[in-house]
């Protein structure tokens, strides 16, 4: 190893890292701590539904009661989505590049189906949050469905209801369907992902393993269970 | 017992293959899988066929040589096994096997189930060693080595480069190799003064040789036959992100000389 | 042919620094304009190309596999010896060197064998630098075994695997200097002859197993590592690659040829099951600590183990080696088999085999510990026959394991052709008639890392070596010599397959000139053999063409050379009119059918020189001298 070192700019040095598929993997596995994060957050917001309009709503004002914040951690989230994107699929196309002729058959050992479908569960779960955004934040997809989207005012702004946007929503069972379906699909994603984020920035060795995933499938399990919960209870009338 | 087998059958490099059907007749069940293609190929040859080409040297399962996949999995139906050490004793009357050569862009296909698998040696000329010319090492006891770590890097060290980790994986990732020899090489104390700089030229390596990335699914390990855990990768993720971000400067990767 | 050993002078403790000092040295600057070739990549030849590759020499290294991590001597299980004692239990330099002469039962050059012990120690140092995870004990430091019946601890060990993670480690030396330039490694390419210019060996040419082409390659000095031979018997422990197809070549290149019929029997391997077996695999000798060797009383009985009673076994190590039992030397154990089963008590199919039984050990120390010990081995037996040896005892029959002849050497590893050296297990030198457990390992490192690299520079700064290159005409010969070789190859289009020849070849060697010979057998097998060989080149089946991977055209060319040397090894058997080591000739045994050596007639190096076709090769003698150890005879009553 008798290279000489040389000092490269840090610009360059990052574009040599993502130009690594281990430096990618580092990307898609930080941004997925991000997003994960968002997973959690989100879905404690949205358990308020539990305790009645006021509560839901006042959080909804809350939330854009400081624009600032709000935009930069939609921006944040907005980055760290396209980046686990865009290096995801990167990997997935030189990943095709890697083995150019399949084999005629391929039998699984030890893999789970959720591992595996990482690169199909991903893009499903993206166009889902397309659509649960024009939904719920800003609202076009209401119409689609026949509803008015519901607003608030709160100190002369006019702001989304989610409360009232809520129930209305997940009322229709088609829509709470493809709720529920895609929620089963981001559970999937989590179970390998969350596992999969240690081991990709080295946190892993064999004693912590059966732990890591172990707490990937049952934190993911949670996390399901909380997010169907909300229509499930609307369907039920429990919310109404 | 009989068999039906589909062989992949490719002349050269860079020419079409294609599956071609065999039946392996009155096979032993004592016979090892390798023993069953002599005595197929055997017969190929008084017939005047080409016989089946695979490669193969030791057959005790520790030189590596072998290995095709049986039915879609790398080295057959027995875990911890390479397919010289598979017996016929786990395949029943009737059964119907597909082989097939591994497939990579990094292990192109030299004839029939033989590949070349000379991109696993440039990742090991790229860093897989510790610099220590001949005559100039201190006595074996000067740096005692926790038993642990020994048993730990010796765990990594059994890889016999056979490529079944690439073949299995789904995106033929050859990072279960390439982590088993930075994990033996950079667990042991006579490996620290190389440990990082020797993480960045072994994955570079790997990424100039075109094999795809890891995506933990654990497919490698399952085939593994010297049973080497994913950990190794963990290991070689960890060295790698300390290499780029905590140790500073990149050495230039050219090759010298 | 002039045989000079040119062993150093002095007390035997000086020799090799005498020599060292003695030796001309190749300035550092001048390194890079020589070549060198090396043949072979495993222990010996690796090593070697790394070591002379860091010096500053241009190394082109060819090998067979499709790596040159592949080579055999990465199957060794058991361990490397050395001198280092570090267990403080009275080990030295001296007593491996005493150990060694004794066990190859004063058939070796006692200078070769005291340089080796020497060396043994630097060994190990080199190995742990470059990360070879040998055991170690709970303090860190390296941990030892005794093997092979040794009263020392000496051999290190890397669990069963120390022959791949020493070859590993010279492996990535070599790769090392693959990527700074130095060495140029040619995978999948078979050396199919020596060239020979005005006396002296300057190159080599090969075969490209993918895309057949014939090619030169010229070099300053050539360095053959390529094994043994003991493939020649076709069912052996050897990789089914290993061949001598090399070392044969030079050998009618006019390298002589040393001790051919000294080839060792390891008592421990799994038998044949099969006409379809295509290699033997050796469980390791360690077995032997803890298994009790039996077959029944009477013969032909086909009872299973369990259903035979105690008084009706016959533990015959136990029986007729009261002090060693169970624990006797290879070739010992191997000969006692062998006469079981020729009075028809073997056991299993064909009645080639004979019962290891660990009930005793379990029901003493429990299975826990059994498998703590050999659970892995256990493993690998059950894998291969399918039967549980924790329940059924093992059957195990000896095998051919390793040759210690080899083409004859000197002090500096040289053969009779000048600037043609020989590495490792394809020279004669260390191990006289038989070799030791865990002294493979040792002499092909000893070899390659410490002595070659000295040797080779003493040739290339004191021969005046004119330049020639692959336009030569005796380039052109070798050249097309081999094309007309593969051409008349190819052009037998027969109908028995090449397989089956040398089954057929081995066989016959097995029963003649195996693990016990006699006037009579050999001088039958030495009138089959050239019947064979006749049949071979008119009515082997060899298909395909030579301009592709052709498998079929690779082993015919190897077994064509296997049955000549097949020839040469009866004729040494033959002519060696005593029983040592390796070689027992059952008209030369003690009362009691120990092997009874000859000191005053065979106390020398058998070397046979090639005088061309059909004719007979001559025998030279190289006298060895004992000054250090006295002859005396071995004894495990």
């Given at each position: 190893m008798s290279a000489v070192a040389v000092t490269q700019s840090k610009a360059?040095?990052?574009?040599?890292?993502?130009?690594?598929?281990?430096?990618?993997?580092?990307?898609?596995?930080?941004?997925?701590?991000?997003?994960?994060?968002?997973?959690?957050?989100?879905?404690?917001?949205?358990?308020?539904?539990?305790?009645?309009?006021?509560?839901?709503?006042?959080?909804?004002?809350?939330?854009?009661?400081?624009?600032a914040l709000l935009w930069s951690a939609r921006i944040i989230l907005l980055a760290a989505v396209i980046l686990h994107i865009t290096a995801s699929v990167q990997l997935a196309i030189r990943a095709k590049a890697a083995r150019p002729e399949g084999y005629r058959k391929w039998n699984r050992v030890k893999s789970s189906y959720a591992s595996r479908t990482m690169i199909w569960s991903g893009p499903i779960i993206g166009a889902f949050v397309v659509y649960h955004l024009l939904h719920f934040t800003l609202g076009n997809a209401m119409g689609w469905q026949g509803r008015q989207f519901a607003t608030q005012t709160v100190d002369g702004h006019v702001i989304p209801a989610p409360y009232e946007n809520v129930v209305a929503g997940f009322q229709n069972p088609i829509v709470s369907g493809a709720y529920i379906f895609a929620m089963a699909l981001l559970m999937l994603h989590l179970r390998h992902g969350l596992w999969s984020m240690f081991q990709t920035v080295g946190l892993n060795h064999s004693r912590l393993s059966p732990r890591l995933q172990r707490f990937a499938s049952v934190f993911s399990l949670i996390l399901f269970i909380g997010y169907i919960s909300i229509p499930i209870a609307v369907m039920l009338g429990i919310v109404r | 017992m009989n068999l039906i087998l589909h062989v992949w059958r490719q002349k050269g490099p860079g020419e079409k293959g294609q599956m071609v059907r065999y039946e392996a007749k009155n096979v032993n069940e004592d016979m090892s899988f390798l023993e069953m293609l002599d005595v197929l190929n055997e017969q190929l040859v008084l017939r005047g066929e080409d016989p089946i080409a695979f490669d193969h040297d030791c057959r005790e399962g520790i030189c590596g040589s072998c290995g095709f996949m049986i039915n879609g999995v790398a080295h057959g139906p027995q875990r911890g096994t390479t397919v010289c050490q598979l017996h016929m004793r786990h395949f029943k009357d009737g059964d119907e096997l597909w082989l097939e050569p591994w497939r990579a862009k990094a292990f192109p296909v030299v004839k029939d189930l033989?590949?070349?698998?000379?991109?696993?040696?440039?990742?090991?000329?790229?860093g897989g060693y510790i610099?220590?010319?001949?005559?100039?090492?201190?006595?074996?006891?000067?740096?005692?080595?926790?038993?642990?770590?020994?048993?730990?890097?010796?765990?990594?060290?059994?890889?016999?480069?056979?490529?079944?980790?690439?073949?299995?994986?789904?995106?033929?990732?050859a990072a279960l190799f390439t982590g088993a020899k930075i994990s033996h090489l950079n667990l042991l104390p006579q490996g620290q003064p190389e440990r990082y700089e020797r993480a960045e030229r072994m994955i570079a390596q790997m990424n100039i040789e075109n094999f795809g990335h890891c995506t933990n699914i654990g497919e490698c390990e399952a085939v593994c036959p010297k049973s080497i855990r994913l950990e190794v990768i963990a290991f070689m993720n960890r060295d790698f992100l300390r290499a780029k971000w905590v140790e500073g400067e990149e050495p230039v990767l050219a090759s010298q000389g | 042919m002039e045989l000079d050993s040119r062993i150093p002078g002095g007390p035997i403790e000086q020799k090799w620094d005498k020599a060292r000092f003695e030796m001309k040295l190749v300035n550092p600057a001048n390194k890079r304009k020589y070549s060198l070739i090396v043949v072979g990549s495993g222990l010996a030849g690796a090593s070697a190309a790394a070591t002379l590759g860091e010096l500053g020499y241009n190394v082109k290294c060819f090998c067979f596999q499709d790596s040159p991590r592949r080579a055999h001597s990465i199957a060794a299980q058991g361990g490397i010896n050395a001198a280092k004692n570090y267990q403080n239990d009275g080990d030295s330099i001296f007593r491996l060197f005493y150990d060694t002469v004794k066990g190859g039962d004063f058939r070796a050059r006692e200078a070769n064998v005291y340089r080796l012990a020497q060396i043994s120690v630097n060994i190990i140092d080199q190995c742990v630098a470059q990360g070879v995870p040998f055991a170690r004990e709970y303090g860190g430091t390296l941990a030892n075994r005794s093997f092979g019946g040794a009263q020392v601890s000496r051999t290190f060990y890397a669990r069963g695997q120390t022959g791949?993670?020493?070859?590993?480690?010279a492996y990535q030396a070599l790769q090392r200097q693959v990527s700074l330039g130095r060495v140029t490694m040619i995978p999948r390419t078979e050396m199919l002859d020596?060239?020979?210019?005005?006396?002296?060996?300057?190159?080599?040419?090969?075969?490209?197993?993918?895309?057949?082409?014939?090619?030169?390659?010229?070099?300053?000095?050539?360095?053959?590592?390529?094994?043994?031979?003991?493939?020649?018997?076709?069912?052996?422990?050897?990789?089914?690659?290993?061949?001598?197809?090399?070392?044969w070549r030079a050998y009618k290149r006019g390298a002589a040829f040393a001790n051919p019929c000294f080839t060792q029997i390891h008592p421990t391997c799994i038998p044949v099951s099969g006409d379809y077996q295509s290699k033997l695999t050796l469980m390791s000798e360690s077995l032997r600590?803890?298994?009790?060797?039996?077959?029944?009383?009477?013969?032909?009985?086909?009872?299973?183990?369990?259903?035979?009673?105690?008084?009706?076994?016959?533990?015959?190590?136990?029986?007729?080696?009261?002090?060693?039992?169970?624990?006797?030397?290879?070739?010992?154990?191997?000969?006692?088999?062998?006469?079981?089963?020729?009075?028809?008590?073997?056991?299993?199919?064909?009645?080639?085999?004979?019962?290891?039984?660990?009930?005793?050990?379990?029901?003493?120390?429990?299975?826990?510990?059994?498998?703590?010990?050999?659970?892995?081995?256990?493993?690998?037996?059950?894998?291969?026959?399918?039967?549980?040896?924790?329940?059924?005892?093992?059957?195990?029959?000896?095998?051919?394991?390793?040759?210690?002849?080899?083409?004859?050497?000197?002090?500096?590893?040289?053969?009779?052709?000048?600037g043609l050296f020989v590495l490792g297990e394809a020279n004669f030198s260390d191990h006289g008639a038989n070799r030791l457990g865990a002294s493979a390992l040792m002499q092909g490192l000893a070899d390659g890392y410490f002595v070659i690299p000295y040797t080779i520079g003493n040739y290339l700064a004191s021969a005046?070596?004119?330049?020639?290159?692959?336009?030569?005409?005796?380039?052109?010969?070798?050249?097309?010599?081999?094309?007309?070789?593969?051409?008349?190859?190819?052009?037998?289009?027969?109908?028995?397959?090449?397989?089956?020849?040398?089954?057929?070849?081995?066989?016959?060697?097995?029963?003649?000139?195996?693990?016990?010979?006699?006037?009579?057998?050999?001088?039958?097998?030495?009138?089959?053999?050239?019947?064979?060989?006749?049949?071979?080149?008119?009515?082997?089946?060899?298909?395909?063409?030579?301009?592709?991977?052709?498998?079929?055209?690779?082993?015919?060319?190897?077994?064509?050379?296997?049955?000549?040397?097949?020839?040469?090894?009866?004729?040494?058997?033959?002519?060696?009119?005593?029983?040592?080591?390796?070689?027992?000739?059952?008209?030369?045994?003690?009362?009691?059918?120990?092997?009874?050596?000859?000191?005053?007639?065979?106390?020398?190096?058998?070397?046979?020189?090639?005088?061309?076709?059909?004719?007979?090769?001559?025998?030279?003698?190289?006298?060895?001298?004992?000054?250090?150890?006295?002859?005396?005879?071995?004894?495990?009553?």
């Open positions: 360059n040095r990052a574009l040599r890292f993502y130009g690594l598929t281990n430096g990618k993997k580092v990307i898609v596995a930080v941004t997925g701590v991000a997003l994960f994060g968002f997973v959690v957050g989100h879905l404690i917001g949205n358990l308020q539904v539990f305790l009645g309009p006021e509560v839901m709503n006042a959080y909804g004002a809350t939330l854009h009661s400081n624009p | 033989v590949v070349d698998r000379s991109a696993f040696d440039r990742i090991i000329a790229a610099s220590v010319p001949t005559g100039s090492a201190p006595d074996g006891n000067a740096i005692p080595v926790p038993k642990k770590k020994q048993e730990m890097a010796m765990d990594a060290a059994a890889c016999i480069a056979c490529g079944a980790c690439v073949a299995m994986c789904p995106n033929a990732s | 791949q993670q020493l070859l590993l480690g020596l060239v020979v210019i005005d006396g002296r060996a300057r190159g080599i040419i090969t075969r490209n197993l993918i895309t057949g082409k014939i090619d030169a390659h010229v070099a300053d000095a050539v360095i053959l590592a390529t094994g043994g031979y003991g493939n020649v018997f076709f069912l052996s422990t050897n990789a089914k690659g290993s061949n001598a197809t090399a070392i600590n803890d298994g009790r060797i039996w077959v029944p009383l009477k013969p032909g009985d086909t009872r299973p183990p369990d259903q035979i009673p105690e008084n009706e076994r016959d533990y015959y190590l136990e029986r007729r080696y009261p002090s060693f039992g169970n624990l006797v030397p290879r070739d010992v154990a191997s000969r006692a088999a062998k006469a079981v089963c020729d009075e028809g008590r073997g056991v299993g199919p064909g009645g080639l085999g004979v019962y290891l039984d660990f009930s005793d050990a379990i029901r003493r120390l429990g299975k826990k510990t059994i498998a703590d010990r050999y659970g892995n081995l256990f493993e690998m037996y059950e894998r291969i026959t399918g039967e549980d040896p924790y329940t059924v005892p093992m059957r195990i029959y000896p095998a051919i394991h390793y040759t210690m002849g080899g083409l004859w050497v000197d002090y500096h590893l040289m053969s009779t052709i000048p005046k070596i004119e330049k020639v290159d692959t336009s030569h005409a005796e380039f052109k010969r070798c050249e097309s010599e081999v094309n007309e070789r593969v051409r008349k190859l190819l052009s037998i289009k027969g109908k028995k397959s090449v397989d089956a020849y040398h089954r057929e070849l081995g066989k016959l060697l097995w029963d003649y000139c195996g693990m016990a010979r006699n006037e009579q057998g050999l001088k039958k097998c030495l009138a089959k053999i050239p019947e064979l060989r006749e049949e071979f080149w008119q009515n082997a089946a060899v298909v395909g063409s030579g301009t592709e991977l052709n498998q079929v055209l690779e082993r015919a060319g190897r077994v064509a050379d296997f049955f000549e040397l097949a020839e040469l090894m009866c004729l040494d058997a033959l002519h060696r009119n005593e029983s040592c080591g390796g070689h027992f000739r059952e008209e030369y045994q003690t009362p009691d059918g120990e092997a009874l050596r000859d000191d005053e007639h065979y106390c020398y190096v058998a070397a046979w020189e090639y005088r061309g076709e059909n004719q007979a090769p001559v025998l030279h003698k190289e006298p060895l001298k004992f000054e250090y150890v006295l002859p005396s005879q071995r004894s495990y009553k």
